[in-house]
């Protein structure tokens, strides 16, 4: 018999209901509904409140990059990741840049884009400047949306508007340039970007659609830049392979999305653990590197006159530190303590620096080991766990792997039953 995916008011019941039906459904065992009900710190109650359909939480292991120095202020860092060997990589980078002082950012103000888009408009560049000539009352509805952002420093600061060639013809799009303080803005711009839409509509003579945030929050940007003494990275040669890795990534996107990728497992990780949104980050971030037309590097890396590397990265980065799951997330509550952290420029900048930390990590791993040396330790206790290791198995099994160069899950099972054996 067919199983049918139609729920009829699935979403109305209990989540302990919910497991129920899941649990009819799919056929898990009594074992596997009890993990679902295991929700750690962030309570099935809190997590139903969140988002949609809920049935438990998927755990993702947090860890805590040290050693980094963040514009001459000590940061211990958690982040959220499964994959191995990321945490201890920014770690070691970051150790690797307090010989030369460290990391130091500098951030923009924390603008974001709210885009309305308007159609249906006979004379598109007339429409344009009418709703420039009426900035100010629109910037005024959009304020009194949101008293106490404003209370706070923040609130809509600009307008522009721009006419753009479409497949469908001509629009216009009006754009508010909100200051979000330390929100990641985006339930504060969307609000603003639906309040002024009717005004809009009628100065323009056309019709609105759209009227939501954008993630490319160019408006938005981290910089961050550290330099690594090319003794404690393996001399002038490793130096010499990071710039040639660097260069292989301006010049072909393939090699580009891997050295980005490299980037945003640091950053990402944070993101995570703060409560912030992963999807937003990482969109605008590769939109960011696309800007150009090509898609190029986040990251930079040069040599000095002495021969030591310099890497910058910048990069769009709407964090908050209030609203959303940073507030509602336990966790995250203690990550951001954890670092120390009291504004969300803060936190973008401790953000960056990691992200350059590890792009620095994965480069001198290709460049002076290649990366899997570093990695297979790490990754092969993966596969022990995946095979059915438990204790010192786990350990045993990872070692004799690595030793024998044949990380593969065929060959856990071979040593698992081996072992257990005896």
Same mark, same amino acid.
């Given at each position: 018999?067919?199983?049918?995916?139609?729920?009829?008011?699935?979403?109305?019941?209990?989540?302990? /209901?919910?497991?129920?039906?899941?649990?009819? %459904?799919?056929?898990?065992?009594?074992?596997?509904?009890?993990?679902?009900?295991?929700?750690?710190?962030?309570?099935? /109650?809190?997590?139903?409140?969140?988002?949609?359909?809920?049935?438990?939480?998927?755990?993702?292991?947090?860890?805590?990059?040290?050693?980094?120095?963040?514009?001459?202020?000590?940061?211990?860092?958690?982040?959220?990741?499964?994959?191995?060997?990321?945490?201890?990589?920014?770690? *070691?980078?970051?150790?690797?840049?307090?010989?030369?002082? #460290?990391?130091?950012?500098?951030?923009?103000?924390?603008?974001?884009?709210?885009?309305?888009?308007?159609?249906?408009?006979?004379?598109? $560049?007339?429409?344009?400047? /009418?709703?420039?000539?009426?900035?100010?009352?629109?910037?005024? $509805?959009?304020? *009194?949306?949101?008293?106490?952002?404003?209370?706070?420093?923040?609130?809509?600061?600009?307008?522009?508007? =721009?006419?753009?060639?479409?497949?469908?013809?001509?629009?216009?799009?009006? /754009?508010?340039?909100?200051?979000?303080?330390?929100?990641?803005?985006?339930?504060?711009?969307? !609000?603003?970007?639906?309040?002024?839409?009717?005004?809009?509509?009628?100065?323009?003579?056309?019709?609105?659609?759209?009227?939501?945030?954008?993630?490319?929050?160019?408006? =938005?940007?981290?910089?961050?830049?550290?330099?690594?003494?090319?003794?404690?990275?393996?001399?002038?040669?490793?130096?010499?392979?990071?710039?040639?890795?660097?260069?292989?990534?301006?010049?072909?996107?393939?090699?580009?999305? !891997?050295?980005?990728?490299?980037?945003?497992?640091?950053?990402?990780?944070?993101?995570?653990?703060? #409560?912030?949104?992963? =999807?937003?980050?990482?969109?605008?971030?590769?939109?960011?590197?696309?800007?150009?037309?090509? %898609?190029?590097?986040?990251?930079?890396?040069?040599? !000095?006159?002495?021969?030591?590397?310099?890497?910058?990265?910048?990069?769009?980065?709407?964090?908050?530190?209030? #609203?959303?799951? !940073?507030?509602?997330?336990?966790?995250?509550?203690?990550?951001?303590?954890?670092?120390?952290?009291?504004?969300?420029?803060?936190?973008?900048?401790?953000?960056?620096?990691?992200?350059?930390?590890?792009?620095?990590?994965?480069?001198?791993?290709?460049?002076?080991?290649?990366?899997?040396?570093?990695?297979?330790?790490? $990754?092969?206790?993966?596969?022990?766990?995946?095979?059915?290791?438990?204790?010192?198995?786990?350990?045993?099994?990872?070692?004799?792997?690595?030793?024998? =160069?044949?990380?593969?899950?065929?060959?856990?099972?071979?040593?698992?039953?081996?072992?257990?054996?005896?």
């Amino acid at each position: 018999m067919t199983k049918s995916s139609e729920l009829s008011g699935f979403y109305k019941l209990p989540v302990q /209901e919910r497991i129920k039906t899941i649990k009819e %459904y799919a056929g898990l065992t009594d074992q596997e509904t009890d993990l679902l009900r295991q929700s750690g710190a962030l309570q099935l /109650e809190t997590a139903n409140r969140m988002i949609e359909n809920v049935i438990g939480v998927m755990p993702v292991p947090m860890g805590v990059a040290a050693n980094f120095l963040v514009n001459d202020k000590d940061r211990l860092v958690p982040m959220a990741i499964e994959e191995p060997s990321v945490v201890a990589a920014a770690s *070691n980078a970051a150790r690797m840049a307090r010989g030369k002082g #460290g990391f130091r950012t500098v951030s923009t103000d924390p603008i974001m884009i709210g885009q309305i888009q308007i159609v249906g408009i006979h004379d598109v $560049h007339r429409a344009r400047f /009418e709703i420039l000539a009426q900035k100010d009352a629109i910037l005024k $509805h959009a304020n *009194n949306q949101d008293p106490v952002l404003v209370s706070l420093g923040g609130g809509a600061r600009d307008l522009e508007v =721009r006419v753009l060639e479409t497949m469908l013809g001509k629009m216009v799009i009006a /754009e508010l340039m909100v200051d979000c303080r330390d929100a990641m803005g985006a339930n504060a711009v969307n !609000t603003m970007a639906e309040a002024v839409a009717p005004l809009v509509e009628q100065i323009s003579g056309g019709r609105v659609y759209l009227r939501i945030i954008s993630n490319l929050a160019v408006r =938005r940007l981290t910089y961050a830049k550290a330099v690594f003494d090319k003794e404690l990275l393996g001399g002038e040669e490793v130096v010499d392979g990071i710039i040639n890795a660097y260069a292989f990534a301006q010049a072909d996107p393939f090699r580009c999305a !891997t050295h980005n990728k490299g980037i945003m497992n640091g950053v990402t990780a944070v993101v995570l653990a703060s #409560g912030n949104d992963t =999807r937003a980050i990482e969109a605008g971030a590769h939109a960011y590197a696309a800007r150009s037309g090509h %898609y190029t590097p986040l990251s930079t890396w040069e040599k !000095t006159k002495n021969g030591d590397l310099v890497g910058t990265l910048e990069m769009p980065m709407a964090v908050g530190i209030v #609203g959303g799951a !940073t507030a509602s997330n336990p966790m995250a509550k203690i990550a951001l303590k954890i670092m120390g952290i009291k504004s969300a420029k803060e936190l973008a900048e401790v953000i960056v620096s990691v992200g350059l930390a590890q792009n620095l990590a994965a480069l001198r791993a290709l460049a002076a080991e290649g990366i899997q040396r570093g990695h297979m330790s790490l $990754h092969a206790r993966n596969i022990a766990i995946s095979a059915g290791a438990s204790g010192d198995l786990i350990d045993k099994i990872s070692a004799q792997m690595v030793a024998e =160069r044949m990380v593969r899950l065929d060959r856990a099972k071979e040593l698992l039953t081996e072992y257990t054996k005896h």
